[in-house]
């Protein structure tokens, strides 16, 4: 996956995301607001974002959530559901795959939330 800028007719930039050729999902839309960068302080903004809103919703006794809901989030073909202490991580596509670093983003996390397992699921 390569990060792909999609321009107005009249060639202003208006939406960045997440382009791959071969799957039926060609281009995810990751931002429609500029500057458009999808570097580490954008995933690491999106993923802040989705605690904030989860930990709004759920009691603290709630052991079980979604963390982060790919599109939903803003962070298209990434889900994290946490269970306590665990977390598990998918990655739905050829080009989330391809973009994403799974390691890295396992790594925040495992810091982030104090978690013991981060388990990434693989595709197939």
């Known amino acids: 996956g390569s990060v792909a800028r999609v321009q107005s007719r009249s060639g202003d930039i208006i939406a960045s995301g997440i382009y791959c050729r071969e799957h039926p999902l060609a281009l995810r839309i990751c931002s429609t607001q500029a500057p458009f960068h999808l570097d580490d302080d954008w995933l690491t903004g999106r993923l802040e974002a989705a605690i904030r809103l989860r930990q709004s919703l759920f009691q603290s006794n709630t052991t079980g959530w979604r ?6 989030d803003g962070v298209p073909g990434l ?7 665990t977390a598990v991580m998918k990655l739905d596509g050829g080009a989330p795959e391809d973009f994403y670093q799974p390691q890295a983003i396992a790594q925040w996390l495992s810091h982030r939330l104090n978690l013991s397992v981060v388990v990434h699921r693989q595709r197939g």
């Open 67 to 72: 963390l982060v809901a790919g599109e939903g």
């Open 79 to 85: 889900i994290v559901d946490l269970y306590d202490d």
